[in-house]
Structures are given as C-alpha cells and as structure tokens.
C-alpha cells in the first residue's frame, strides 16, 4: 500500500531512509515546434518506483511551482501511441495520489535543502527552456553537490550542466564523466516528427566544453554514468539506471 501526505510519498509502515527531491520543469511552449511541453513521464516515474522501493520518500518541485503537464508523447494513453508500453507509468497514473502529486507543486527555490539526501532531475522537453539559463535551479543542484549528496540528472535535464558552476567559478562538470540526450537520439525524434524539435542539442554543446567528458552508448540504452557524487543518464530508459545509482550511493552512506 502507498500513502501520501502532501507532496512526500512512500511505503505505508516501512520506516523512511531519507527525503530525495524530485524537479520537473513547469508547463511551457516549445518555440520549435508551438507543442506544450512538460516533463517526461517516464523519467519521473520510473525513478519513483526505484526510490519508493528502496524505503526513500520523494518530494516533487517545479521551476515555477504549481500543476506539471506530461509531454503527450509520453503519456500512455496519448493517441500516438508512443509510450503505450510504458506499464509503470501507466500504472501510476491510475492512482490519485499520483494526480495530487503533479498538483501545485513547490516552486524549487521553495524548499530547504537540508531536508533531503539527494536530488534529481527529471528531463522531458520542458527542461530545455526552463532549466539551461536557470541561475536558481543551478545553485540549488550545486548546492547538493558540494554537500556531498547524490545528484542526478536524466536525458535533457542535463541541459542544466552546459552551465552549472561550482562555488569557486569553475563548471561543475569540469574533469567529469557524464552523458545525456545523444545526437543521434535527436536525429531519430526530429525525423519522426519531420521537423526539428530542439533549439540546440546537449551533445554538440557538450562537445564545446573543454577539460570534460560527454559520452553516449547506443541510442536509446538504458545508459548511466556515476562520477562522484554526479550522476547522468541518457535519455528516458536510463532513469531507473540513474536512480539505483543514487541508492547505492546513499546506502553507501548510511
């Protein structure tokens, strides 16, 4: 049985091993392609699973607070058919709370993060406008990082690291290891849709950055990349892999 209060979820009568903090982007307009863009559902809940079994509560923040919106392509139920295999979404969203959870979220600056143990970023199409350029959500994510706590960022969620700097000046990901949304994961999705979906892709802007490490496996693999305490995966089927990343790491701790 799952019970939730608010916005924190978790395991009825398995004692909590911790806060992890969850943000997706808020709602916004893709000037690509005019679509509404969200979050990816699968890069939350597949996550959540993995968190939520492994006895962790989840809080789930927004970069402007306020009701999230999925992008349609990765909704179960959306008449293209796209993610129609995606069971555990699928699943959540027949639950309520699950509802009320992606229902006036906290605005990201809202919450302290000496309340949590980790931190991870769910990606989706939203992120691209919302979190690159983001100077709140950075400090916020770095913060975590030079705590010492797990922290994540899935497929273009990863836009947020182009820019990220560490409290002395330099790139978070300076002399990292990480991946995120491929070039050729880019290619696949704009000849599906027949136009260019994205404003500017994280690999070719990766690749810019010197004193770092961008890599990508085969395309759409669940692919994940531990560096320390950062964590990155892929694209939309590495967020579990991402995710038992932060576990092990946080048990490690315990």
């Known amino acids: 049985m799952i019970q ?8 009825h009568g398995a004692p909590s091993k911790g806060k992890i903090l969850m943000i997706a982007s808020s ?6 392609t005019g679509w509404p863009i969200g979050f990816w559902a699968a890069e939350l809940t597949h996550p959540l699973r993995v968190f939520q079994e492994a006895g962790y509560e989840v809080v789930l923040a927004s970069t402007q607070g306020g009701d999230l919106q999925m992008d349609s392509f990765s909704n179960p139920t959306d008449a293209s058919g796209y993610s129609a295999n995606d069971v555990i979404t699928l699943g959540y969203m027949q639950q309520a709370w699950f ?3 992606l229902k006036q979220t906290p605005k990201c600056t809202e919450v302290n993060p000496n309340e949590f143990v980790a931190i991870f970023l769910v990606g989706g199409q939203g992120p691209m406008y919302t979190f690159r350029g983001n100077i709140e959500l950075e400090k916020l994510f770095v913060s975590f990082y030079e705590s010492g706590k797990p922290s994540a ?5 990863t836009t947020l690291l182009l820019e990220a700097k560490k409290s002395d000046g330099t790139l978070l990901v300076n002399g990292k290891t990480w991946t995120g949304f491929a ?3 880019e290619d696949f999705a704009d000849q ?3 136009m260019k979906i994205q404003p ?15 890599k990508v496996a085969v395309p759409f693999s669940a692919y994940a990349i531990q560096d320390g305490n950062l964590i990155t995966g892929q694209q939309q089927n590495s967020g579990a892999a991402v995710a038992d990343f932060v576990v092990k790491l946080l048990n490690e701790q315990i």
């Open 4 to 11: 939730e209060v608010n916005n924190y979820v978790h395991f």
């Open 27 to 32: 709602p916004a307009m893709s000037q690509q």
């Open 99 to 101: 509802q009320d959870l």
């Open 153 to 157: 960022a899935v497929c273009h969620s």
């Open 183 to 185: 070039n050729a994961e």
């Open 192 to 194: 599906a849709v027949g």
């Open 200 to 214: 500017y892709r994280i690999e070719s802007e990766a690749r810019k950055i010197p004193h770092t490490n961008f």
